[in-house]
């Protein structure tokens, strides 16, 4: 079992950046692939960005390529997500999960985050 806790989101202008920042606990954290997915208002949860259990490859949706970073710290247990460049879309509630498998797909994930609303005015 492993326990996740995403934090980080907040409201921004478009342009503006915000971190992310996932910490597990009650597991092997360096031994899961961990991604981010997001979901707006009335739309379905979609993916975002995945990274390897070392940090080795990583994944991401094209709407947010160029302008998102995943990245991993083992030592710290946390996944982080760099935004970069927002925009009005990108306005979602994001989670953060993982999976025993690097994968893109949420169905694959068995652990996830409560969840960290982000908000970007125009």
């Given amino acids: ?12 202008q478009a342009g503006g950046s915000l971190r992310l ?5 009650g597991g092997t954290f360096g031994s899961y692939g961990m991604g981010w997915f ?3 208002p009335g739309k379905e949860r ?6 390897s259990w070392n940090g080795d490859t990583t994944e991401y949706a094209d709407s947010v ?3 998102f970073t995943i990245s991993r710290d083992n030592a710290k247990n946390t996944v982080y997500l760099q ?3 927002l925009k009005p879309e990108d306005t979602a509630v994001y989670y953060c999960a ?5 994968a893109v797909s949420s169905y694959v994930y068995d652990y996830w985050g409560q969840g960290t609303q982000v908000i970007v005015s125009s």
């Fill in 83 to 85: 935004m970069n460049s």
């Fill in 98 to 102: 993982a999976s025993t498998v690097f």
């Fill in 65 to 67: 390529k160029g302008r």
């Fill in 21 to 25: 920042s996932c910490t597990g606990s």
């Fill in 1 to 12: 079992q492993v326990q996740l806790a995403d934090s980080g989101g907040g409201l921004v």
């Fill in 38 to 40: 997001r979901q707006a």
């Fill in 46 to 51: 979609e993916f975002v960005a995945a990274i």
